[in-house]
DNA sequence: ACCTGAACACCGTTCAAGT
DNA sequence: ACCTGAACACCGTTCAAGT
């Protein structure tokens, strides 16, 4: 009530510094799109009408930046994240939001897939996973490996995903001349990849993450009865 | 015999031109080791010893040089290469032989592990993964999309373990700082990470990766089973 | 035909200077 | 206490000029 907290909790106070969040949130919205570089100092200074150095005042450097990023898409994925009764479908559920929590940002993505964030969001991730890994029945030695075979199963693949996203049009071309150059091989030397170039170009890079996903997961469900 | 045919065809001819191959080989020189952007232009002129910018002359692009480089060590991955009578031991060596030819090559693998090379190295290796799986007992639609969960599989998991190998001790900075933020971590809310974080982070790349293999390849294994 | 070197538009980061 | 702006050592790429 004196004179120095008589200033009113309205969001807008120190609304010109800019602090942490407010950079983060920035960041954010440079980073959906797929932009290639989105996330450079300079553009994110220009983003919020400041120096590109300003941020060094609040972050050491663009690894720190990065990673609070990350454990900030990380925390969204789990925003509504329940528990299922049956293990496979919770392992399931979080292997695929996280994912595209990350999809969402795929400039964070490439970044920080191969980081630890050591964070808050990670922490909810790394939990919720190893609890339907005990619901399962494994030990909590095996619940580590398969935890460590599935995250990185989908944060190697999450990051592919982005980079190919981030690549556009050049991912596609890819693609084309990977049919148009098979087109050209003798078909007696690769009669089978020939053949199926096409139906292997077709395959979408989503489909292809689930399916693999459920091959993975048989394979746990397969390693559970000995 | 006469005098424009009379040069002989010692290998040493045009030894101080530069040449595709030759800037393959002095690129692959650079490529080993973990030094993030070895593969400068600047760099490698410097390696053969000419200007950065006489590499446009063989190459269109850093694009193109680098498709020419994926090749090369998908090729050099497949050499010695034998069908093995049992389908799931070929797929398994097939997996581990070209990850383990990309992670020579670290650089190479983190820039060209989402591209498609459309040369002969991957042909080899699209041929063998498709045989094998026509062995396995697979229709040919159901072999197309076997093939690419397993061929995006190895080449995400080997583009995340490159770019941890060019991290080097950042990464492993990382795995510190995994175990000493979750040690300050209340237990009682984050009971299972805070118990197995050791374990978790004791895990090392290379092993993972092949628990995950086993994982994926009998989820084939059972998929083949009705 | 092939190579050079200056130049352009970008990076992350540092540091002295401003307010 | 916080922000600015010049500077440094890097990128890939282009282009006029050399031989």
């Given at each position: 009530m004196d004179q120095k907290e008589s200033v009113p909790t309205?969001?807008?106070r120190r609304a010109q510094g800019l602090g942490r969040e407010r950079i983060l949130e920035a960041c954010l919205n440079l980073a959906t799109g797929t932009t290639p570089d989105a996330l450079s100092f300079r553009k994110i200074g220009k983003e919020l009408g400041a120096d590109p150095t300003a941020l060094y005042r609040h972050f050491a450097?663009?690894?720190?930046?990065?990673?609070a990023l990350a454990d900030k898409v990380i925390s969204m994925g789990m925003i509504g994240y329940v528990p299922a009764p049956d293990w496979e479908e919770s392992l399931r559920d979080l292997m695929l939001r996280i994912r595209s929590s990350f999809l969402q940002y795929p400039q964070v993505a490439t970044l920080a897939a191969l980081r630890v964030t050591g964070q808050g969001g990670e922490l909810q991730f790394v939990e919720a996973m190893l609890s339907a890994l005990a619901l399962a029945g494994f030990s909590r030695h095996e619940a580590a490996l398969v935890f460590r075979a599935?995250?990185?199963?989908?944060?190697?693949?999450?990051?592919?995903?982005?980079?190919?996203?981030?690549?556009?049009q050049k991912?596609?071309?890819?693609?084309?001349?990977?049919?148009?150059?098979?087109?050209?091989?003798?078909?007696?030397?690769?009669?089978?990849?020939?053949?199926?170039?096409?139906?292997?170009?077709?395959?979408?890079?989503?489909?292809?993450?689930?399916?693999?996903?459920?091959?993975?997961?048989?394979?746990?469900?397969?390693?559970?009865?000995?």
């Open positions: 309205v969001p807008r450097d663009k690894d720190e930046l990065l990673l599935c995250g990185d199963f989908m944060l190697a693949w999450t990051g592919f995903s982005a980079g190919l996203l981030l690549l556009g991912s596609e071309q890819d693609d084309a001349a990977w049919v148009s150059s098979y087109d050209q091989v003798a078909e007696h030397d690769f009669p089978l990849a020939v053949t199926s170039v096409r139906e292997m170009a077709a395959v979408q890079d989503e489909e292809n993450y689930q399916f693999a996903l459920e091959l993975l997961l048989g394979g746990i469900a397969a390693r559970l009865q000995h």
